[in-house]
């Protein structure tokens, strides 16, 4: 069965120490893996996907298979970044995403 | 350009009755999907539109159906209705094959009792 996990419902971090919100998959064959954010009184909305491989607001993740892990990384956390991350994944071209419960980050000053 | 918009907001229903949700796509996004989203919890896929055909569908039981419209509007429908059914409703639109860039509406806060 797909699933995706957020072990951290909650992350509390100074500004500008480092980040590392946890996802982990459950998925038989190749995925897609993506990072959704949801800031406060805005609307989900993509954060970045794997295949891109690109660093969007100073955030990056790594699709490790082997551990089945989709970390979201960033080394200098800012106060703008407090806000709800969802990890999702779906089949490659699927449409049928599947959410983790997702966790808040806050960046205290 | 005009984002996603949905209605109502929020509404208030009795355990049994019917509802329809209302979901207006992205200007020239042709493909909708719809999400339930519970208390504390990610957003659960329910289906997908694509030319007014549904075109994928999550584990939700046949009394959720949907329908899209030529303009590409959709519509959620929920028939008998239960408690747990009580969630926020969200709908996504996007371009064809492109369902990561979806653009998410504000939700619809459907309350059950």
């Known amino acids: 069965a797909q699933r995706v996990t957020q072990p951290e419902k909650l992350l509390s971090v100074f500004k500008g120490a480092p980040v590392e919100l946890k996802c982990n998959y459950s998925?038989?064959?190749?995925?897609?893996l993506f990072w959704y954010v949801q800031y406060s009184r805005q609307r989900l909305q993509l954060l970045l996907r794997?295949?891109s491989r690109e660093s969007i607001k100073g955030f990056t993740a790594d699709l490790n298979k082997g551990e089945t892990s989709f970390h979201l990384k960033k080394p200098f956390a800012q106060e703008e970044d407090s806000a709800m991350y969802y990890c999702?994944?779906?089949?490659?071209?699927?449409?049928?995403?599947?959410f983790g419960p997702g966790t808040r980050l806050s960046v205290l000053p | 350009e005009t984002g996603v918009t949905q209605s109502p907001t929020h509404l208030i229903k009795t355990r049994g009755q019917q509802v329809t949700l209302r979901c207006s796509s992205q200007?020239?996004?042709?493909?909708v999907s719809w999400y339930q989203q519970a208390l504390g919890q990610g957003p659960q896929f329910i289906f997908q539109?694509?030319?007014?055909?549904?075109?994928g569908r999550g584990n939700f039981p046949p009394r959720f159906s949907g329908l899209q419209f030529p303009n590409y509007s959709s519509e959620l429908n929920v028939n008998a209705l239960e408690l747990d059914d009580s969630a926020l409703y969200l709908c996504?639109?996007?371009?064809?094959?492109?369902?990561?860039?979806?653009?998410f509406g504000p939700g619809t806060r459907l309350t059950v009792t």
């Open positions: 200007s020239g996004h042709n493909t």
């Open positions: 996504a639109s996007s371009l064809e094959g492109r369902s990561y860039e979806q653009y």
């Open positions: 998925y038989s064959g190749s995925p897609e």
């Open positions: 999702a994944l779906t089949s490659l071209g699927g449409q049928n995403f599947v």
């Open positions: 794997h295949i």
């Open positions: 539109y694509y030319r007014e055909e549904e075109n």
